[in-house]
Nanobody, 127 residues
Framework: QVQLVESGGGLVAAGDSLRLSCAASGRTSGISAVGWFRQAPGKEREFVAA?????????YYADSVKGRFTMSRNNAKNTVYLQGYSLKVEDTAVYYC???????????????????WGQGTQVTVSS
């Protein structure tokens, strides 16, 4: 089983930046991709970004965050990161990291394809 532990959420001002971390433990060798999702109050959970876990560090971003959010990874620490810049009030949401055993193309990423989920971390962007 894979455990995902998130950290880094908090309150930031609009235009500021924030980095979220997701540390994986357990049978991480079986993970093919790690993604980030977010869910704002009253809205459906939406895809944010995804990255290959055990392959070349290719990434894929939702249009809503492309150019502002960046994923990175530290394989030695089994940790992935989501760095957000120029944060907007509409970025306010609970952010979840997720791991997938089988994702053949990052553009196919959706919540139903992910097998492991973190507990979520709140990001609040104030105006």
């Amino acid at each position: 089983q894979v455990q995902l532990v998130e950290s880094g959420g908090g309150l930031v001002a609009a235009g500021d930046s924030l980095r979220l971390s997701c540390a994986a433990s357990g049978r991480t060798s079986g993970i093919s991709a790690v993604g980030w999702f977010r869910q704002a109050p009253g809205k459906e959970r939406e895809f944010v970004a995804a990255m290959r876990w055990n392959d070349e560090p290719s990434t894929y971003y939702a249009d809503s965050v492309k150019g502002r959010f960046t994923m990175s990874r530290n394989n030695a620490k089994n940790t992935v990161y989501l760095q957000g810049y120029s944060l907007k009030v509409e970025d306010t949401a609970v952010y979840y990291c997720a791991g997938a055993n089988f994702v053949f193309h990052l553009s196919d990423s959706r919540s139903g394809l992910f097998d492991y989920w973190g507990q979520g971390t709140q990001v609040t962007v104030s105006s």
